[in-house]
């Protein structure tokens, strides 16, 4: 891969969202076009650059869905799901089997909901 390549690393899914409008997709690829300069003009290997993102981004992240699960279930007093995120959130940045989950976007059946989705 070229330099820049992979640029987000942790993951890299995004929810789908609308159309971007025309003078935003401009300034966005104005943004893109700068950044990717910028990466070539460092001469940076792609897996350094990956490795230096991923240890200051974290992977896992307290998401609004996650937590809204988390409450709900406790509601309930089953209280494992509240351990499982605890469990995860305990080491962000360290990908781990069984936390996939904890890593990815809300799901489409949440797209929309206010302040459960939208924000996650």
């Known amino acids: ?13 995004f929810p789908a ?7 935003l997709r401009r300034s966005w690829g104005a943004w ?9 003009a460092e ?8 490795a230096a ?6 992977l896992y992240v307290p998401r609004n869905h ?15 799901v509240a351990r499982e995120l605890m469990d995860a959130l305990r080491m962000p940045f360290v990908e781990r089997p069984g936390f996939e989950a904890y890593a990815a976007p809300a799901p489409p059946e949440l797209a929309g909901a206010p302040g459960v989705a939208v924000l996650s």
């Open 1 to 13: 891969a070229g330099a820049g390549a992979g640029v987000l690393s942790h993951g890299g899914a």
């Open 17 to 23: 969202g609308p159309p971007l409008d025309p003078a």
């Open 32 to 40: 893109l076009r700068e950044y990717g300069a910028r990466v070539r």
């Open 43 to 50: 001469k940076r290997d792609d897996s350094e650059r990956r």
């Open 53 to 58: 993102q991923d240890a200051s981004n974290p």
């Open 66 to 80: 996650l937590l809204q699960r988390a409450i709900e279930a406790a509601e309930d007093d089953d209280f494992s």
